[in-house]
Nanobody, 127 residues
């Protein structure tokens, strides 16, 4: 069974950058569609970005488009979320997720599309 561990969260000023990492153990991520979600205080867990297993198909929420980039390094068994031009409204717990069942070469945006989740990493953006 694959396990996911996120890292890279922290406190940053508005306009700053962070890179989140999601590293897998137990299985290779190379054949899995991946996603990054976030839960802001008092809100539901929402999709931020998604990536097909091939890496050729990506999705970004409108709120992060142009600022965030999802990518994967199969050699390191890691998926990244590069976050630039951070805003206070990006403050949330960020989770990575893997879809270990069959995946077409497509991205997946629904919570139910993923079956393995990391524990989350806190990102706080100060104004």
């Amino acid at each position: 069974q694959v396990q996911l561990v996120e890292s890279g969260g922290g406190l940053v000023q508005a306009g700053g950058s962070l890179r989140l990492s999601c590293t897998a153990s137990g299985r290779t991520l190379s054949s899995y569609a991946m996603g990054w979600f976030r839960r802001a205080p008092g809100k539901e867990r929402d999709i931020v970005a998604a990536l097909s297993w091939s890496g050729g198909n990506t999705y970004y929420a409108d709120s992060v488009k142009g600022r965030f980039t999802i990518s994967r390094d199969n050699a390191k068994n890691t998926v990244y979320l590069q976050m630039n031009s951070l805003k206070p409204e990006d403050t949330a717990v960020y989770y990575c997720a893997a879809r270990t069942s069959y995946s077409a070469s497509a991205h997946y945006t629904g919570l139910g599309s993923y079956d393995v989740w990391g524990q989350g990493t806190q990102v706080t953006v100060s104004s």
